[in-house]
């Protein structure tokens, strides 16, 4: 797998990086404000987290807590019957499931080894993507998120990440490009963009592109998915990892993603005007994820403790209750 294609899975699975950002300047010239340090321990409680998120065993949302059997639990988002989708490990074997809030689950579809699995924005479709190493190709198949019958399937030459995908609609992209809008139901694709994706919101009409290898000088490169010519903001020093609900804002990481998870994460509007920007003096923020159009929920790990923390503008406080510590 080449430095380009490591970068891009990264970015989109979200995995993110210990290395601290450089110091920014909003657009327009004016200066950003100044980074805010969350220590875990000091923060206020402040109302339990909008959105659903996953703590050890169980999915948290609101006051309601479901506890789902297996390992390595990952929530994928929910179904538009209130189901939560997750992947979790169960005998050796990743399975795709519908979790009924507070009671049981049930298998929707296994996941193969090294095959990724995301659910459509709209809670729809699970799609798969499966990298075949030998055969140099990428298999994508789509499913009925309640049946699990699938819809439909294609191959690809090369590595292919899917960044997102609705009722009818399937975007992925190669490590090199380009990014390509499938149909699974008539099996008809067409050409986004000739540049590398790796993050896309179709209901918010978000795309985000690599101009290169970002370790040769590439830059990434946000505009809507309707005019992807037409550049929104460009950065040579920061990723998206996730778009706003509506698309106004962008939480961004180092371009150079690797390893465990960053100590610092910033909000942008999709312009590029910073808005926040949030680091750890120990510790790693293993997921960031909108509550709504501007304020930003992190998963927050450190060696003492682990919360959901809530941020908006130079202001963060605790979106759930304190959990034990964790060591690296």
Do not use: N
């Not at 927050?300 to 130079?314: F, Q």
Request: aromatic share 6%; net charge neutral.
């Amino acid at each position: 797998m080449s430095r380009l294609t490591s970068t891009l899975a990264s970015l989109a699975l979200g995995a993110l990086t210990t290395s601290l950002l450089p110091a920014a300047v909003a657009a327009g010239g004016a200066e950003a404000p100044p980074p805010t340090t969350i220590r875990l321990e000091r923060l206020e409680r402040g109302a339990d987290a909008a959105a659903a998120y996953v703590d050890g065993d169980r999915v948290v949302d609101g006051a309601r807590s479901t506890r789902v059997r297996g390992q390595q639990l990952r929530l994928l988002g929910t179904r538009p019957d209130g189901r939560y989708v997750v992947v979790v490990h169960r005998g050796g074997r990743a399975q795709v499931r519908a979790v009924t809030p507070e009671k049981g689950s049930r298998k929707i579809l296994p996941v193969y080894e090294q095959e990724t699995a995301m659910l459509s924005g709209d809670g729809t479709r699970v799609v798969t993507a499966l990298y075949r190493y030998r055969a140099g190709r990428t298999l994508l198949r789509a499913y009925d998120s309640t049946s699990g019958v699938r819809t439909g399937s294609v191959e690809r030459r090369g590595y292919e990440s899917v960044l997102d995908a609705d009722a009818t609609t399937v975007v992925h992209s190669g490590d090199r490009g380009p990014v390509v809008a499938w149909d699974p139901a008539t099996g008809t694709s067409r050409r986004v963009s000739a540049r590398a994706g790796y993050a896309a919101d179709l209901a918010a009409d978000r795309l985000a592109v690599l101009t290169g290898d970002p370790y040769e000088g590439g830059c990434s490169v946000v505009s809507t998915l309707s005019d992807p010519g037409t550049a929104l903001w460009r950065s040579c020093e920061e990723g998206v990892v996730e778009f706003s609900p509506d698309g106004s804002h962008v939480a961004t990481i180092h371009l150079l993603t690797d390893g465990l998870g960053p100590s610092e994460v910033a909000v942008h509007t999709v312009t590029g005007a910073e808005t926040g920007r949030y680091r750890l003096r120990s510790g790693y923020f293993p997921r960031a994820f909108f509550e709504d159009a501007d304020t930003l929920l992190l998963d927050t790990s450190t060696a003492k403790a682990s919360a959901v923390v809530r941020c908006d503008g130079p202001r963060c406080e605790l979106a759930s209750d304190l959990g034990a510590g964790e060591t690296w």
